[in-house]
Each structure stands twice: as C-alpha cells, then as structure tokens.
C-alpha cells in the first residue's frame, strides 16, 4: 500500500489524539510543567479542542468537521490527483478558521463591536495550546500531502511540507508581527479602533521638522536620525576600505592583529562602547582631562548628541564594512592592474581608473550594511543621546515612557521601516545590476600591486591611528571593571566582579552575584536558539538553492527582507502580536526564542545557500538515484559535507542571541531577564563597574565559546580524507 | 554523535530551568535596583516556599507596562517608584484595593496615599525633592551654592544642570507638579522655560542627573534629596540642597495588579514588606528614603524632613490622568526637546 495513505493515517491520528487529549487552550503556568495533567477533569479551560466543542464552544465545531471530512475522504477515496485537490483545500479551509475564530474571539468575548452587534455575545477564549498549535500543524501537512498526491514537485511529500512549514513559521513569526503595528496604531489601549492617534502623529514637527536647515530650533527626528545614518555608512565604508587596503596591498606589519580587531566589535554588548566613549572622552573622562591639562581648553559635552553616536557607531561597524570589503579588494583580478600598468599608466592611475571602479560594488554593499546597521543601532543611541535621540530610541520610548503611545511607535516604526527597506532594495537593484559586470578576468597568477605611495602613507596612517584608538577603547572596556570609582578613585578592586559573579559556599553552593540569575537564562535561551537557528536557516538554504518551486523568489525575498527590519521595530511588533489571544507568549522564554531564531535566520540562509553552491549536485542525483528520498539525502548527504556551514550559523546566532539588545528589551520579563537588557540597567542606574566588568565576562565567554567551535571547524577540516569517521 | 549526546545531556540539565516552579511571585521593582534586590534577596530567605521573579523598571515604564498588559496582566505586584504613576493606576482600574493588616503600623503620609486612591496603593517610603550639585566643578568655576529654585537660573550655570524628562520619569513629573504647585502654572513654565537655557540634557532616567554630576559630567542635577545622598555615601563630590523656597515630595507606593496570576503570593509580599523589620534593613541597600512604617529607623545619611520646607502636594489632583496629560503635553510643546544638545 502506498505512501500516501500510510502518512495520511499517521497525520490523522495524531490529529485525533491531540483533539481528545491534549488541552486545547494555553496553560497558564506552562505546558511543560505538566501540572496541567492532575487537574484536568476538574477545570474546564483544560479540556481538549473536542470537549471544549462539546461544552458549547461552537467556534471549534468547523475543525472536527474539518477533520472527520479528512477522515472521510482517506477511507471513501483512493490516493491520487482528486483526493490531493481536496485534502488541499481542506488543509487550507482548517487554517483560515483557526485565524479566524482565534483573531475574532479574544478573552473577553468578540474583538471588534461589529460581530457582537451581528452575532450576539460569546464566551471569551483564552489563547492557543499545545492542542491548538498541533492542529493547526496539522492542517498545513494537509496542504502539502494533498499537493504531493497532486504530484507537485514530483510528489515529494518531505520538500513540500517543509516549504509549508517555513511559509507558515515565517507568516507568524514575522509578517502577522509587522501587521500587528500596524493595527496596534489604529487601536486604543481597550482595544476599540480609532484613527486619532495616528492623524496626531503623522505630521508631527517633532518627527518632520526641518527648522534646523533654517536655524529655526532642532530638526525632526527622521531627519537625523537619516543624517546620522549617511554619516556612518560613509566613514564606515571608507575606513573599512583603508583597512582592506592595508591589508593586501601594503607591507604593513600587524595584518593578523588587523583581523583580530575585526571580531571584537561583533562580540561586544552593543552599548559598551558607547560607555567606553564616556569614560574616555566625556566631559571628565581620561583623554578630556589630559588635553584639557596639555590646552587649557575647555572642552565640555561635545560627546552627547549625535557626535558621539556617530563615533561609536563607526567605531563598531568598521569591521563589518571591513569584512564585506576585504573580499571585493581581493577580488580585483590583479591581471587588469597589470594590463593597465603595462599600458603605461602610472600606479596611481591604475588605482583611480581601474581598482577604484572595479571595486565599486563592494563599496556601495558596505554603505548600505553600514546605513541599516546606523539605523537600527538603539545601545550606542542609549548611551549617548543627549536630549534628542533617534528613531530606534524615540519608538522605545513612545512605548515605554509615561506618554505610552503605541500609535506614536507604530508611526515612528513605519517612518524607520521604509528607510531600511528603501535601502535594502536599493542595494539588491545595485547589486543585481552590476555585480557580474565588474567581476573581472579568468586565471592570473599573479600578485596585487601595491598601493601607490601618495595613497599608502595616509592610509596607513588613518589604519594605524583608527586601531589605536580602537585599542584603547578595548582596554578602557576590560581596565572600567577592575577600578573602584571610574574618575575618582582608581584603586583597583574586584568588588564588580564578586558582586555581579560572587559564589558563597556556606550551606551548599549558592550563586549570590548579582547576574548569575541573567547570566544564566541568557546562556540557555541562546543554546537553544543557536541550533534552531542553524537548523531553520540551513533548511531554508537547501530549499532555496536545491529545489525549484514556484514563487521561490518572492519566498527568499521576504526572509532576506527580516535582515533589514530593526531590531526595536521587532521588539514592539513582537509585543503587540504576542500579548494577547491566538497567540500568546509574552513573558515566556519561548518568545525571546522565536525572536532569535527568526531574526538571525537570513545569515544561515545565506550560509547555507553559499555553501550548497560549492557541493556538486551530482551527489544529490547520485543518491537520489540510489533510492533514497530527499529526507535522507539531506540528512545522510548533505548535512555531513556542511558542517562548516552549519558551526558558522552556529556560532553567529548563539552570539547575536547574547548580544543583541534592541528587540530584546522589549522582551524581557521578571522571569527571563536577558544579560543585555540587565546590564542597560545597570547603565541607567550609573552602575558602570558592575555593567562593565559583567561585559567583559559575556565577552570572554563569547570568545571561548567562539575558540571551540574553530576548533570544531578546524578538526573536520583535517580528517577530510576520513570522510566517513568525520560525519558519524 | 558526541555532539549530539553532549546536546542531549546538556538539554535535560536546562529543562528544569523551564519547568514551572511550586510558588512564585512577579514583581515589578522600581526602585533603584540594589534595594530592588536586596529585597527579593530577603524575602526569599524569609520565606523559602515562594520564588520571586523581579524584573526593575522605572515607574514611568512599569505603568506602560501594567497598562500594555491588562487585558492580561503577567506581573502580580509592583514596588516602589512614585506615587503619581501608582495613583494612575489606581484610577485606571489597573489595581486591587487591599488594606493591609499592617496598615496602623504606618505613617500619617503613608495612609493618606492609601485613602486618596480607594486603598489600591499604599506608601512604602518617601522623599523630597531637590538638587545635588559637583562641589569641584562649582569650585573651579568658582560659582556660589544654588539654594533656592531661583539661583538655578543664574547664567553662569549654562549647560551644567541635568533634570530628567517628565515624559519618562516620575521624578521629573514631580519636580513639574512641584513648580506648578509652589508658583502658579504660567510662570512655573516660564520658569521652565528660563531654566531650559541651563539645562544640558533631559535625561530619561530620575536618577541618572545625580549621577552625572557626580562623575563631573554635569553640574547639577534635579533630582529626590535621597538620591543625592546616595552618591555623596558613595564617595562623589555632591551636596544635596533642599530648595528655600519649599519643595515638593513623592511617596513611593505599593500596588497589588488586578488579576495577576498569584495574588496569594502578592499579598504575603505586601504585608511582609510593610513591616518595620524589613524597612530597617533598606539602608544597607543604600536606601536613604524615609520607610513607612513608624517603628522602622531611617538611616543616618537621611536627609531630615523636618529641615525641608515641604509644600503640601495634592496628590489626588497631580496624580489624575487628565491634569497629568495636560501638564505633560504643555511641557512637549513648550520645553521638550528644545534643550540645546
């Protein structure tokens, strides 16, 4: 008999049994307590979806139908392309009703005044369980076991589901998110629509404003916060470039220690320098006070504002427009260098004429990565904002400040989304259009030139200077946590640290430091982050790169667009779609998961997708050919020749899970309070020893975490030969 | 398949981390966060049968929230932080009323809270607002002590006095209300609005105009008298002022949420935290407010109320949404963001 009817039978009956014992709705102390399961004859809200359906909840009638119609058609038809249109359109009837009744029914009885005028009173409904969610998993395998019987995709039922799946994840976890601003805009605190909010907002001087241009009093937000982010994204792109420079076409010394400097800033908690900043060049911080005591200047608060943001931020995405060029530099086929030079162009035409232009490209991806990561940095603004502040800060704070404005934040959201959004497209245009066109000739052994005199000594020197102070920076970082009173009294003492990470022994072990508790939610939501992020991210990859199904582009599309979503526009959207019934997580780790998972997941994709490219898809065939389906291919073939790939993704979402600050801080609870968010506290408080001596642990733990996966890497890399001892 | 098991291992050593505790308490702290944790601290040692899950928030934010969450409500209680916003609450609906058994044990202002709000909050300390200023920075500059509202507009102290937004913090709402209640609305904001050409920045923090001046990169800041203290305790330049003319003062209050998920818990925390015992043991956490309870003994570096000249605040008048929201939206349009940054 065939496959078909023997997974249809295995969904079926899963779906039964999660409508007679699994509760229907959520628990409210949990799922996996399992202190659900004592009680559940006695309460009523723990009954499963056919006993809710049978007490009167009649919004639940639709699904058992919807089910036992499956049923009927599995024992009344046989497999094939008839069966499948309709498993299909039932797949996709259960799901829309479970949108529907689950947005339209809300706890307190109907969410909008026009059903209840329609359809008289209903009892309210708290938010989705265990019961729900599995049936609505359920329904979207229909949808693709119906499609495989239609014999979509040569029938393969593995591809298919996992496409539903992701679609359906990424529906939840990032586009209903985004709606839910935009509904939340138009909605009073009780719910009721109302459109004053936004008419108020939408024009309003504070955001809009260009009186600065005429001398008239501070601009708008938007407007800085756009000139703040064009600032950035040029020096970032150009110090980025004189790194690349020195890097390969110079003599310089230090081009290990180069790179060195390149990953401290992505394992750094984002405000710490911004904190360093202060310490350093604040109004009473070290170097203000030395060159105040060499000048007898005054130098005053010149840091606070948009210049300090501005340093700190080229302070930390200098690496990654160093990182996106270093491969466009080296890139540059030397052959057209010397074709030019043999020409008789002199070194510096060559490099104005020829090097320059060919780079172009990676020039202008590094403007836009440094443009959106201004945008959306929200800990350097934190830190150093003066009074005015930028849009990632202003939407946090029209929802958490008194003034609580949800329609103010959805405005600013939007105003901050079409920004990176603009510049994202803007960068795919660009990319789509020329990259092939400048990447240049086949076969040349040869060497990079090196950089024409009149252009090495200045660039050599920005480099020198830039890392110095970066250096200095560092050490400001790691020195601020060992010092009693940062500018007053530099005794050293350990006090942050045994405060922040003391232990007592006396009567058992007992974690009393202060961040232990922080430390290690943070620790365990990113290990469980980490590989559901490799995992989802990989998957997606191989999709994208192996298999052919319509609508492909627009799917790759909308996950790489999450890439240019800030990271406080998730935050709140995570808040307004997740607080309330269907789906209901705020307050739980689960949340600050999912969070992660889909917000890291394009640099997995993109991994994935890259080394896919490299594995010949002769292997697939091959074992394609050999019989097995494409599960196992991925799993047995695949998998095992992407364990780079899969250590990388790794590695990038556990350490953005600890270091990412700007979704998170909406996101944390009494709970699961985040290292991140703890150590803002600490800063809003003025504890900066504490803040900085427990940065500079996640730090170190971040690098040592770092240092075993390479060590992973590196291993595999040598028992290549051994392939098969390697992949057990 | 070592990576797999070491996962595996790993994976059933976290799930306790994510069952479900016996009892527990969310708790809502916003005070500074070393009393905040030194209160959980304690009473989880007093009783050892409850968990506390604290999560510190200014009570400009824990109102957002609590407001954010009522159609359910994830916190069971919340300490500490201004009256103003906990009356809000209180007004809102967004509170239990409780009287606690302990209630006699506490001070006048205490109970008065209590009364103006229908018994949905209560006192738990108090103190009154003023300024500390960088005693170095005024010397080298050579600049008198400011002792009345008035000195501050003095314009040699351009750029060197921090206050925090009202929008955000509650300190900054009180000092608003006080200047409003000490001089008349019109000229409290054209106070303001002088004092503005002085103001450096409007932080978003209350305490945070304190601790930059005692890091020297402020002046002054317009902050709650105990705050000041604090910094003084710790070892930073800073006098704390009482202004002549007669000040404001906040009483940080108490509320139980409605409909939180362990209102049991709440209350044990409630009344435990009444007690005089537990309040004398604040000052240790570097709490200089005045405690509540009568019989609790305030710390020595407390700034004596006795010496401050207090107006009598109308708690129930600016503690009211709608004359907040007036005061607030006069304070955007006329002062807000117009600091010189």
Known sequence: MNADNRRLDLILAGAVLCLLVLPWYKIRSGFFGFGWIGDMLARPDLWPGAFQAAAGRWQ??????????VAGLRLTAPSGAARGRWLVRLGVLGLAWLVVEGLSVGTRGWNWGLLERLLGEVAGQPAFGAGAVMLGLFFACLISFGAAERGALKGDAFVLTAIVLLILLVAVFVFYPILSIFTGAFQDFDGSFTAQGVRRNIGDPKIWSLSCLTGGGPCGVAWRTLFLALCTASATTVLGLAFALVATRTRFPFKRGLRLLTVLPIITPPFVVGLALTMLLGRSGTLTQLIEAATGLELGRWLYGLTGIWLAQVLSFTPIA???????????????????????????????KVSLPLMAPGLANAFLIGFIESMADFGNPL?????GGVLSTEIFFSVVGAQNDPSRAAVLAAVLLFFTLSAFLAQRLWLSGRSFATVGGKGDGGRHALLPARVAAPVIGLVALWSLFTVIVYAMILFGGFVKLWGLDHTLTLDHYIRAFGI???????WTGVAWNSFWTTMTIALIAAPLTAGVGL????LIARQRFPGKAAFEFALMMSFAIPGTVIGISYIMAFNLPPIQMTGTALILVACFVFRNMPVGVRGGVAAMA???????????????????????????????????????SFVRAITSISAVIFLVSAKYNMATAYIVGLVENGQYGVAIAYSSVLIVVMVAVIGIFQLLVGERRLRRPAASEAAA | MKITTTAAVAGTALLPAFAAGA??????????????????????????DIGVNMVRLSSGEAYAKIRAEARNPQTDLWWGGTGDPHLQAAADGLTVEYQSPRLSELHDWAVAQAETSGHRTVGVYSGALGWGYNTRIFEAKGLEEPACWADLLNPDLQGEIQMADPNSSGTAYTALATLVQLMGEDEAFDYLKQLNANVAQYTKSGSAPVRAAGRGEAGLGIVFMHDAVAQTVEGFPIRTIAPCEGTGYEVGSMSLVEGGPNPDEAVVFYDWVLGAEVQDLMPEAGSYQLPSNKAAVASEHAPDLGQVKLIDYDFAEYGSSDRRRALLARWDSEIGGRATD
């Open chain 1, 60 to 69: 639940l009638w639709p699904v058992l139908l919807l089910v036992a119609a």
């Open chain 1, 322 to 352: 160093f990182l996106v060029l270093i491969g466009v530099v080296e890139g540059v086929s030397p052959a057209m260098e010397e074709a030019s030079q043999t020409l008789r162009a002199g070194r510096w035409r060559t490099f104005r």
């Open chain 1, 383 to 387: 830190v150093l904002g003066g009074s």
């Open chain 1, 504 to 510: 007592s022994l006396d009567g058992g072990l007992r």
């Open chain 1, 539 to 542: 998957l997606t990859g191989w």
């Open chain 1, 614 to 652: 490299q594995l010949d898809t002769s292997l697939d065939e091959a074992s394609l050919t050999l019989g097995a389906n494409s599960g196992r291919t991925l799993r047995r073939v695949i998998l095992p020749l992407l364990r780079p790939a899969i250590l990388a993704a790794l590695v990038y």
């Open chain 2, 23 to 48: 009892a527990e308490l969310n708790l809502i702290c916003s005070a500074d966060v070393v009393i905040c944790e030194k209160l959980v601290t304690e009473f989880e040692r007093a009783h050892s």
